[in-house]
T-cell receptor, first 115, second 116 residues
């Protein structure tokens, strides 16, 4: 089954304690991205990756890091989480094409609470 | 810069009645438009998209959307709502910044409540 998986699904942590949220897709997609979802703001892109070893900032990258060492994985790293990073996080992937024809596939989400 | 507006935070409709979830957009160039649905505790699922061609696009679960270039709108519609359609709906537009159009800009979302 084609899918995007994220782990953990729920996480409560304290300010400053480094954490990683994993994301994996089995569709051989080139493009992967991370979003955060906050009420009334829709989804805002944090980082994206066009392919292995190619990453770039989205609209709200501050406080986050990513890496893309393998095509299927795209972990999100919070080096020193703060309460304003409490949010619902989604990983997504899509087949790259010129012009963005194809839809994105989303993971189930990770609800992060930073106290 | 492109943007998407969903003017209604919530839409209430009775089961069996037609529903409309509104979306307007602002882009330079030709818009690629998408609708996604989010059920409770789930990720976003793709419903339909408009790239080119017929202004009326049909998608999953009986939903359709009408592209109106003059009004820069892409409203989501369904002729007869089901209670199971209750969910959060997002409109999105292709974002051409920096990476060949793979990015999406999302609206704020509209919660659809279908009452029995």
């Amino acid at each position: 089954e084609a899918q995007v998986t994220q782990n953990p699904r729920y996480l409560i942590t304290v300010t400053g304690k480094k954490l990683t949220v994993t994301c994996s897709q089995n569709m051989n997609h080139e493009y992967m991205s991370w979003y955060r979802q906050d009420p009334g703001l829709g989804l805002r892109q944090i980082y994206y990756s066009m392919n292995v070893e190619v990453t770039d900032k989205g609209d709200v990258p501050e406080g986050y890091k990513v890496s893309r060492k393998e095509k299927r994985n795209f972990p999100l790293i919070l080096e020193s989480p703060s309460p304003n990073q409490t949010s619902l996080y989604f990983c997504a992937s899509k087949s790259s094409s010129s012009g963005g024809l194809y839809e994105q596939y989303f993971g189930p989400g990770t609800r992060l609470t930073v106290t | 810069a492109q943007s998407v507006a969903q003017p209604e935070d919530q839409v209430n409709v009775a089961e069996g009645n037609p529903l409309t979830v509104k979306c307007t957009y602002s882009v330079s160039g030709n818009p690629y438009l998408f609708w996604y649905v989010q059920y409770p505790n789930r990720g976003l699922q793709f419903l339909l998209k408009y790239i080119t061609g017929d202004n009326l696009v049909k998608g999953s679960y009986g939903f359709e959307a009408e592209f109106n270039k003059s009004q820069t709108s892409f409203h989501l519609k369904k002729p007869s709502a089901l209670v199971s359609d209750s969910a959060l709906y997002f409109c999105a537009v292709r974002d051409m910044r920096g990476n060949a159009g793979n990015m999406l800009t999302f609206g704020g979302g509209t919660r659809l409540m279908v009452k029995p």
